[in-house]
């Protein structure tokens, strides 16, 4: 996975969206969305973070959660063939 920096989106470090075949996405509209939809995960699990460890939670355990939702997503359209 390829990085690369955007200035414009909160300075966030953003991929080189690859398709299937390994080969960048062209299309800006897709690249956009994509971008918009993890800066919003980004958002959502840094404000979950802040605030499990302003009521007192384990700074780790939270991080473990995060990563164990990520690791447990169903793959997506796995019934169609």
């Given at each position: 996975?390829?990085?690369?920096?955007?200035?414009?989106?909160?300075?966030?470090?953003?991929?080189?969206?690859?398709?299937?075949?390994?080969?960048?996405?062209?299309?800006?509209?897709?690249?956009?969305?994509?971008?918009?939809?993890?800066?919003?995960?980004?958002d959502m699990c840094q404000d979950a973070l802040e605030d499990a460890v302003l009521m007192g939670c384990d700074e780790r355990?939270?991080?473990?959660?995060?990563?164990?939702?990520?690791?447990?997503?169903?793959?997506?359209?796995?019934?169609?063939?």
């Amino acid at each position: 996975m390829v990085i690369k920096r955007e200035k414009s989106d909160k300075d966030a470090e953003l991929p080189t969206w690859l398709d299937a075949d390994g080969i960048p996405l062209g299309c800006l509209e897709k690249i956009k969305v994509l971008n918009e939809n993890i800066l919003e995960i980004r958002d959502m699990c840094q404000d979950a973070l802040e605030d499990a460890v302003l009521m007192g939670c384990d700074e780790r355990q939270i991080r473990n959660v995060l990563s164990q939702i990520i690791k447990t997503l169903q793959e997506p359209f796995e019934n169609e063939s």
